[in-house]
């Protein structure tokens, strides 16, 4: 495998498709340095770690890929022009969706929009723009893995076929409100870099 997360751009964050960070899972879990991955979705797709409360069959009749992932909790749609982002962190760093959501929150705010941080989600006049999840990977737990959905478009009507549970947060598009894939994924690359310069240096 490709070690991506090596700054070959002058960022930390590389761009691979969901397909491939799937396929490579177990490797990019247990790479000793800091990783950032992201993806602009070319097409809905999904990630769950079980079948319980996703509808395979829809997903199935509509052509939409479904990832299986290990230890993911619930099923997570990541609808066509969005952007997903993984981050892999050594363990001793601590967890990192507070501090990413909250940076992003701000960034957002200073967009003049409605912004309310809400636990593992980012609200935009009370719609769910942006979500996270964080687990403890690798074969000795040593990495922390914590990713990301944020939303650019969005296709609720597909959401509610895939997903079984009710939605509790209804969630919205960030180009509504004039935001662009461009902007977030500059504002993604300046966050991650700085991170993680400032905490190689400590």
Known sequence: MVHLGRNLNKHYMEKVTLKYFNENLHDIFNLGNPQVYYCVHEQTEVNTGT??????QYCEEHDIPVYLMERCGGTIVCSKGNIGISAITPVEWGWQTTSFLRAL??????????VEYSHNDILVDGFKVASS???RVGDDLKNVYSTYQISINQDVETIKHICKKEMTKIPKALSDYGITTQEIVGFCEDYWDNFIENKKNI
């Open 133 to 135: 999840a964080e687990i």
């Open 51 to 56: 079948q319980d409360d996703c509808d395979m």
């Open 105 to 114: 929150a701000e960034y957002l705010k200073s967009k003049q929009l409605n």
